[in-house]
């Protein structure tokens, strides 16, 4: 059975930088992708980047680029996103995603059948 796991959410101060870490398990996939998106309430669950299994290749929503950097270490099968510069309009619930078919740049929520439980990231002075 496919599980996502996230941590590394919490409480942080504007300008503040936190870690996100997703640990992909029960699968067994050559090609593949994992997302990290979020949902503030009251507001749509959106992308907010990508990461390749294969080539590295990676994809971030324009408000996070410079930001954010996502990476990935495939010998733990774990994704991170790194968020630094922290502002309150990034304060929402973080999800981590896979796609076990396709390796590639995928920002469409419809592209994951699979998903973490989410963790609070929480931005406030």
Known sequence: QVQL?????????????????????GFTSEYYTIAWFRQAPGKEREGVSCISNTDGS??????????????????????????????PEDTAVYYCALNRFYAGIIFSKAMYDNWGQGIQVTVSS
């Open 58 to 87: 990676t994809y971030y929503e324009s408000s996070v680029k410079g930001r954010f950097t996502i990476s990935r270490d495939n010998a733990k099968n774990t994704v991170y996103l790194q968020m630094n510069s922290l502002k």
């Open 5 to 25: 796991v996230e941590s590394g959410g919490g409480l942080v101060q504007p300008g503040g930088s936190l870690r996100l870490s997703c640990v992909a398990s």
